[in-house]
């Protein structure tokens, strides 16, 4: 759709984050900010995370926006399948279904266990990084922008900028490498089958993004194999799409035809983190006549 503009502020945003994951808005916050920009439907997405749902629905029916129960899963690297760093939307799920909750909470642990271990391999490349400032500032679960903004606090001689913290150590080909995998991770098949469970439709957030994925029709047609629902078409490309470079429609176009030759309903989102990303809430998504479609489709 070459009518879409980055400029604009669409009426549908499925893809942001709240404090309860690596977002830095709460979910009441979130909800009045999109309220606003003049956006209706919402889902917040937060990492591996289900608790602030219930706050921005009660925060929606005072906005009058409509929240859709949703999550983004992180999932297992594994070279050998092609499957690197993708990240499962699981929309419409029951956020207090027990399966779920299990799950998570093990997939939580273990996220916290991993970035306690990123952070000593900081420390022996000589960095004063207090892992008790990074838990303290996560407020629950710490992501890679928390220990980078510890880092950047305790070590302004060595970053410029939040970005040169992950270009240095916390990028998947940072110069100095942390990465240690978590204990406990789920496959892209677990994210599928856990939407399932709790009532949802699984989707492939930001399909873009995934430069290190050699074959990303291959790696879809598996996760479509799966039970794979849709595929996140409309999203804010830019300097992190893959091949870096083109122009945004020419991204959104691929994945469109992409998800019609798959079978796979389209959807779209800002992925708006507030003050941790610059992409602005509403920036991307659906116009309100494709949310129509996809609610009445789904029964959302």
């Known amino acids: 759709m070459k009518g879409r503009h980055m400029d604009r502020i669409y009426p549908v945003d499925l893809q942001t984050h709240s404090t309860y994951s690596d977002g830095t808005d709460t979910p009441e916050k979130l909800i009045t900010k999109a309220a606003a920009a003049g956006i209706r439907v919402l889902a917040v997405t937060d990492h591996d995370s289900v608790l602030g ?9 005072k906005a009058g926006v409509q929240i859709l129960p949703a999550i983004e899963f992180s999932t297992a690297r594994e070279p050998e399948r092609d499957f690197l760093d993708i990240n499962i939307l699981g929309y419409a799920i029951n956020p207090t279904d027990s399966t779920l909750l299990e799950t998570l909470d093990r997939v939580i642990k273990s996220r916290v266990e991993q970035k306690i271990r990123q952070v000593e391999r900081l420390h022996t490349y000589g960095l004063h990084v207090p892992v008790e400032e990074v838990l303290a500032l996560a407020g629950g679960v710490p992501g890679r922008p928390h220990i980078a903004q510890i880092a950047l606090k305790h070590n302004p001689h060595k970053f410029s900028s939040l970005n040169d913290v992950f270009q240095q150590y916390l990028a998947s080909d940072a110069e ?4 240690v995998p978590r204990r406990f991770n789920l496959r892209v098949e677990d ?3 856990l939407t399932h469970a709790a009532g949802g439709k699984a989707v492939l957030a930001h399909p873009g993004i995934y430069k290190r994925v050699r074959n990303l029709e291959d790696a879809l047609h598996r996760m479509v194999d799966a039970g794979l629902a849709g595929l996140e078409v409309y999203y804010p490309y830019g300097s992190e799409a893959r091949g870096g470079g083109a122009d945004n429609y020419t ?5 469109a035809e992409l998800a019609a030759r798959f079978g796979l309903f389209a959807t779209g989102g800002s992925d708006y983190h507030g003050e941790r990303k610059t992409n602005r809430l509403g920036e991307a998504g659906l116009e309100w006549e494709q949310w129509e479609r ?3 489709e789904n029964g959302w």
């Open 191 to 193: 994210a599928i089958e």
């Open 294 to 296: 996809l609610r009445d």
């Open 251 to 255: 991204y959104t176009a691929r994945f």
């Open 53 to 61: 749902v219930a706050e921005a629905q009660a925060a929606g029916m």
């Open 176 to 179: 100095n490498p942390t990465y």
